[in-house]
């Protein structure tokens, strides 16, 4: 049974930065791994991407510049560092995975960011 589980959520003050933690278990290789958030107020939103086969990066608008993914495929973990957070990044944040590039099967149960002052 494969579980993503997101860590490193909390309260940060604008400006400041954190960095987000999926760790996958129950399979050993995901082709992609990504993260996206989602408001009440809001539809879910594609914030980052990695791709295993090309190793290429995609960023959505609203974070392009300020966050950054990575991933460690030894520990089958990818993180999400944010930086220069604006109280419009308040969300709860979820990492997804999945066997084809872009296409994502798996979810975690997701972390709240708070961003404020």
């Known amino acids: 049974q494969v579980q993503l589980v997101e860590s490193g959520g909390g309260l940060v003050q604008p400006g400041k930065s954190l960095r987000l933690s999926c760790v996958a278990s129950?399979?050993?290789?995901?082709?992609?791994m990504g993260w996206f958030r989602q408001t009440p107020e809001k539809e879910r939103e594609f914030l980052a991407s990695?791709?295993?086969?090309?190793?290429?990066?995609h960023y959505g608008d609203p974070v392009q510049g300020r966050f950054r993914i990575s991933r460690d495929n030894v520990k089958n973990t990818w993180y999400l560092q944010m930086d220069k957070l604006r109280p419009e990044d308040t969300a709860i944040y979820y990492c997804?995975?999945?066997?084809?590039?872009?296409?994502?099967?798996?979810w975690g149960q997701g972390t709240q960011v708070t961003v404020s002052s």
């Open positions: 997804a995975a999945g066997s084809l590039p872009e296409v994502y099967d798996f």
């Open positions: 990695c791709n295993w086969s090309d190793d290429v990066t």
């Open positions: 129950g399979r050993p290789f995901f082709e992609t």
